[in-house]
């Protein structure tokens, strides 16, 4: 059964500091690990989707890497700002529906 | 595109109750699921349809049941609802990307079982 774990549970860091939060899977036979944004009492939004092929997606500030072998995935953002503070999960998708992890959650303080 | 749309935001109900939550999505996406999401527990999969016509159980079924009859619409029935089922439901569509699917999620619909 695949499990998704996220650490740490939360992250507070100044302004503009670089980041890197990560996520792990225990079963390596995944179709894709998708990271999401969620705000307090808001839906989620996808901010990257990484297929098992690739190696790193790149969106503006955000690079998620997939590393399949080791069951691990980190989210990088740099030059963090206050608007990026935010729950983020990961999930993966494989044989299996979805599995999330619990996710990070983040503070950047200005 | 309204993307995934979810109805009500917001629920009361009492214990013993029935309800539907309802979940539309206009991007002609095959894959649709419904999630919770409890503080602690993080998102959890109740059912979930890979067409119309077909559905199959997640991880907490129990207390729900779903249907698929277009491809559009992906209701959530609570049969009897309970306090446990005090939560907030996500309803998700995917489209293939690839070799895999990525999901796009409603804005959430939060019920609460007194």
């Known amino acids: 059964k695949q499990e998704v774990t996220q650490i740490p549970a939360a992250l507070s860091v100044p302004e503009g500091e670089n980041l890197v939060l990560n996520c792990s899977f225990t079963d390596s036979a995944i179709y894709n690990l998708q990271w999401f944004r969620q705000d307090p009492g808001k839906g989620l939004t996808s901010l990257l989707l990484i297929q098992s092929s690739q190696r790193e997606q790149t969106s503006g500030r955000l690079n998620a890497s997939l590393d399949k072998s080791s069951g691990r995935s980190t989210l990088y953002i740099a030059a963090s700002q206050p608007g990026d503070s935010a729950t983020y999960l990961c999930?993966?998708?494989?044989?299996?529906?979805?599995?999330f992890g619990k996710g990070t959650r983040l503070s950047v303080i200005a | 595109n309204a993307g995934v749309t979810q109805t009500p935001k917001f629920q009361v109900l009492k214990t013993g109750q029935s309800m539907t939550l309802q979940c539309a999505q206009d991007?002609?996406?095959?894959?649709m699921s419904w999630y919770r999401q409890d503080p602690g527990m993080g998102l959890r999969l109740i059912h979930y349809?890979?067409?119309?016509?077909?559905?199959d159980q997640g991880e907490v079924p129990n207390g729900y049941n779903v249907s698929r009859s277009t491809t559009e619409d992906f209701p959530l029935r609570l049969l009897s609802a309970a306090p446990s089922q005090t939560s907030v439901y996500f309803c998700?569509?995917?489209?293939?990307?690839?070799?895999?699917?990525?999901?796009?999620f409603g804005p959430g619909t939060r019920l609460t079982v007194t």
């Open positions: 998700a569509s995917s489209r293939r990307t690839g070799g895999s699917y990525e999901q796009y």
């Open positions: 349809s890979v067409g119309a016509g077909i559905t």
């Open positions: 999930a993966a998708s494989g044989n299996t529906p979805l599995v």
């Open positions: 991007m002609n996406h095959e894959y």
